[in-house]
C-alpha cells in the first residue's frame, strides 16, 4: 500500500474509483466535475490517493474553504484491507494541523460507510436536504 499526495494527473484514476463505488455512488456522475477535482487539490484543500498494484485503489480530498471531507473513496474489491482508514487518518492529520475548524461530512444512512465514520469518532449532528446523514469530528475529539 503506497500512500502519497494526490496531482492532477491523478483525477482521471480517482473518477473511475469514484464511479466504481457501491455505496452513495454518484446518480449524476456530472456532480463532480474534472474542474471541481482540480479546484478540491489546489486551491481549497488537499487530497491523497492510495496506490496498489501500481494503480489507484482509493482517495480522500479535505476541504479548507467548507471544512468537510469532501471525498473518500475505495474500490469495492480493496474494501476491508485498511485503506479508508489510512486515507482519513492522513487527512485528517493534515487538516487539523491547518485548522481547528470542526470538520464534517454526509453519507447515507444504514451504510458501511456511516458506521466508518462513527467508529472514527465523529458524531451524527443531523439529516442534510438529500437524507444523508451529517457527521462532525471536532479537532479535540480529533486529538489535534
Known amino acids: 500500500m503506497n500512500l502519497r499526495e494526490a496531482l492532477v494527473t491523478d483525477i482521471p484514476q480517482m473518477n473511475e474509483v469514484r464511479q466504481a463505488v457501491k455505496e452513495n455512488a454518484l446518480s449524476n456522475p456530472g456532480l463532480a466535475s474534472q474542474q471541481d477535482y482540480v479546484d478540491f487539490l489546489s486551491k481549497r484543500g488537499k487530497?491523497?490517493?492510495?496506490?496498489?498494484?501500481?494503480?489507484?485503489?482509493?482517495?480522500?480530498?479535505?476541504?479548507?474553504?467548507?471544512?468537510?471531507?469532501?471525498?473518500?473513496?475505495?474500490?469495492?474489491?480493496?474494501?476491508?484491507?485498511?485503506?479508508?482508514?489510512?486515507?482519513?487518518?492522513?487527512?485528517?492529520?493534515?487538516?487539523y494541523s491547518q485548522t481547528r475548524e470542526t470538520i464534517w461530512l454526509s453519507t447515507a444512512p444504514d451504510t458501511r460507510a456511516a458506521d466508518f465514520y462513527r467508529s472514527f469518532g465523529f458524531a451524527e449532528t443531523g439529516k442534510m436536504p438529500n437524507g444523508e446523514i451529517r457527521f462532525e469530528l471536532s479537532a479535540d475529539d480529533w486529538g489535534a
Open 47 to 95: 487530497g491523497w490517493v492510495c496506490e496498489m498494484d501500481n494503480q489507484v485503489v482509493g482517495f480522500a480530498i479535505g476541504d479548507l474553504v467548507q471544512h468537510n471531507v469532501w471525498a473518500l473513496f475505495v474500490q469495492p474489491e480493496y474494501e476491508g484491507q485498511g485503506v479508508g482508514r489510512e486515507l482519513l487518518i492522513t487527512l485528517l492529520d493534515w487538516y
